[in-house]
């Protein structure tokens, strides 16, 4: 078979606005609002550099049904370079950018390829006018959205190399809506040669043989999004090996770093080691957002348990990051921290905050999402639970488990009051 390379990259969510973030100064902010737009340019540049024979993009091109125009400008404007130096696309739409949402306000190349989402399509990839493979796909429609299409994508037998392409979930969804559901197993079972897939953000390799690959979306967008972001470089020898590598192209990284306080004695040791701890990521040489948990035991647990002294902290690390280039920008100061208490011998006393304590580990001992689950039943079990309406909304799972964490420590600390007297 004749080799050939492609790009794989997926969710770009052109234009889509950070979440968990206010205003960090100009500089950050302009950053912030190109981020995805410059990460795609990068991918783009990189495919020219790297004279691929195509780019796959595995739908959620954009972020809502309601296309942003600077968006659909910008990701004409990049298929029009890759047009220019005879690099097609063949593309899926998403959940977020469904079929039908795709009014031809700004028109694409003829070099760029959108699979329908009413049955399945299977396009040649040429190299030197050669067919090297053929890729099957089929997008995401308001109606097909709940559908298993991987189902749809039969390779041919006499293919020299069969690729589908899809915008779906393999196996559970987690925190992301459940869309063209499909298991491990469906795909794995197919003669497919490489399963191209999007939708789950993280980039993961879930098979390599034959590879079920989701390249991730291209930059991260909050706070849970950590690390590099970019895209696939894939490369099919003429033996039908296939080889991955990643390239970060995200010009804007999410990191988070933890401080132990046991060590720290003083306001001057906190903003020392902040400081520390921003000069190692540095080193990335990237523009970083970083969020910093306090954790551990020590003399400063009453002042990392005030808001207002851990905003102070907050801005005077970011005050440090004003005007520069390759900044590390804190925008959060987490306090997980704990009072210096023998809580392992006070579980074993027999009173009140003994048994608040054993009653804790109850809930607390149980996986995730039974923890969660259990507390909102607890909340809904109140009365006064009627009084939250509409605010209940807010009550996630992440805020509930946060509650809880927290209830260990201050509960106790309520129920002891201000010195722990038998």
Known sequence: MIPFRFIQ??????????????????????????????????????????????????????????????????????????????IPVFLVQGNHDPAESWAAKISLPSSVYVFSSTQSERQPLYVKNKVAAYIYGISTSNQNRADNVAQQLKPWSDDPFSIGIFHGTVGSAGEHETVGPTTLGELTASPMNYWAIGHIHKRQVLNETPYVVYAGNIQGLHKKEL????????????????????????????????????????????????????????????QVLLEIVLTGEGALYELCSQDEVRQTWLEMAQAEERNKFNFVMPFSIVDRTRGVTDWTARREMEDMVGDYLRSYDTIAKLPAVERASTIRNLIAERPESKRLGMYQELLTDDVLLDALRRAEAEGARCLMGDTDED
């Open 9 to 86: 990259c997926g969710d770009l969510h052109l234009g889509t606005p950070f979440k968990y973030l206010k205003s960090l100064g100009k500089q950050v902010d302009e950053a912030v609002n190109r981020a995805t737009y410059q990460s795609f340019t990068n991918i783009m540049d990189f495919a020219i550099e790297q004279q691929v024979h195509a780019v796959l993009i595995t739908g959620d091109i954009y972020d809502s049904e309601k296309h942003n125009l600077e968006a659909q400008v910008r990701f004409a404007y990049e298929c029009e370079r890759l047009s220019e130096h005879k």
């Open 227 to 286: 690390g590099p972001k970019g895209c696939y470089l894939v490369d099919v020898n003429a033996k039908g090996r296939v080889t991955l590598q990643f390239h970060e192209t995200a010009p804007i990284r999410f990191e988070q770093v933890t401080i132990d306080i046991g060590a720290l004695g003083s306001t001057g040791d906190m903003v020392e080691m902040i400081r520390h701890k921003k000069e190692m990521l540095r080193k990335l040489k990237k």
